[in-house]
C-alpha cells in the first residue's frame, strides 16, 4: 500500500500475497478497494497489485488534460508496475480498466503474461460513432466541471447500464458504491473522460487477432451490449475463453462476487505456471 511517482504523477495502489503478479485495474467512478473480494480470494496464490488510476481514489488528478489521454496512461501504468518490480504480469481490468488493460497489451504486448477483461471493448471502429461519443463525453466533463459530484452522481446512477443492480444489490452496498462514487474529484472524472474515454481512445479491434496470451473474456449475462461486444472480441482472439456471470449486469465483479472470482481464480490457476 503506497504511492509509485511515474515522471511527476503519484499513482496509489494496494499490493497483497505472493506468486504471479495480476495488476487489477477498476472502472470509472471505481477505486482500487471495487477489487477486495477477487484479492482476497486469490492473494494466496497470487501477487495482486490493485491501483486507482489516474483522476480517480488517492491517485493524482492533474489538471493537464494530456496526462489522461488513453497512451499516456498506459504508458504511466506500465512504467509504475516496472518501478514496482515486475516486468510482466496478468492484466485484469472492467470496464475503463478492461479497456486500459487491452490498450496495455496493444502497446507493451511484452509486459502482459494474460488478460481478463470484464465488460470492456477495443474501443469505436465506426469514425462518426467515435466523434459523438467524443462530443458526448466532453459535454459530460464539463457538466461535471460546472455542477459537481453530487448532480453528476445523480446522472451516473440513473444510466440503464446500472439497473440490473436494483435487483443484485442490496441497499448498504449500493450506499457504499455511491459514497465511493461521491469521494472522487471533479476534474480528476472530467479529465479521465476526455482523455480516456471510449471514443478518445484509438480502436484495436483489428489488432485483437495478434493476442496470444490466454485471456478471459467476462460480462454478466444481464449486459446484453457488452455480450455482443465480448462475443465479436472472442471471434478475434484465438485463446479467448468466454464466460457470462449469472444473476449479474455490467458491474459481474459486483453483482455476484462469488461466481466472478471462482471464475477468475479457475482461469489463473490454470494457467499459473506459464504467468
Not at 16 to 21: H, I, L
Not at 243 to 255: N, P, S, T
Request: hydrophobic share 40%; charged share 25%.
Amino acid at each position: 500500500m503506497g504511492y509509485v511517482e511515474v515522471d511527476g504523477l503519484a499513482l496509489y495502489y494496494d499490493r497483497y500475497g505472493f506468486g504471479p503478479p495480476v495488476v487489477l485495474l477498476h472502472g470509472f467512478t471505481g477505486s482500487r478497494t471495487s477489487w477486495t473480494d477477487l484479492v482476497r480470494e486469490i492473494n494466496s496464490e497470487f501477487c495482486t497489485l490493485s491501483f486507482d488510476l489516474i483522476g480517480h481514489g488517492r491517485s493524482g488528478s492533474p489538471a493537464e488534460k494530456a496526462r489522461y489521454q488513453m497512451d499516456q496512461a498506459v504508458d504511466d501504468l506500465v512504467a509504475a508496475v516496472r518501478t514496482i518490480g515486475f516486468d510482466k504480469a496478468v492484466w485484469v481490468g472492467y470496464s475503463l480498466g478492461g479497456r486500459t488493460a487491452l490498450q496495455v497489451w496493444n502497446r507493451h504486448p511484452e509486459v502482459v503474461s494474460a488478460l481478463v477483461v470484464e465488460g470492456a471493448s477495443p474501443g469505436i471502429q465506426d469514425n462518426l460513432e467515435r466523434r459523438s461519443r467524443v462530443e458526448s463525453d466532453e459535454h459530460l466533463a464539463t457538466e461535471i466541471l460546472e455542477r459537481g459530484m453530487e448532480w453528476f452522481v445523480e446522472y451516473w446512477e440513473a444510466l440503464p447500464l446500472w439497473h440490473s443492480q436494483n435487483q443484485t444489490l442490496s441497499a448498504s452496498m449500493k450506499t457504499a458504491i455511491r459514497a465511493q462514487r461521491m469521494a472522487q474529484r471533479e476534474i480528476g472524472l472530467a479529465n479521465s473522460l476526455v482523455g480516456m474515454g471510449t471514443g478518445a481512445q484509438s480502436w484495436i479491434g483489428d489488432d485483437l487477432q495478434a493476442i496470444t496470451v490466454p485471456t478471459l473474456l467476462v460480462t454478466g449475462e444481464r449486459d446484453k451490449k457488452f455480450i455482443d461486444i465480448s462475443d465479436e472480441m472472442a471471434t478475434r482472439i484465438s485463446s479467448a475463453v468466454r464466460v457470462d456471470i449469472g444473476l449479474a449486469g455490467h458491474a459481474a465483479h459486483v453483482e455476484n462476487p462469488v461466481e466472478f472470482n471462482s471464475v477468475v481464480r479457475e482461469f489463473l490457476l490454470r494457467h499459473r505456471e506459464q504467468l
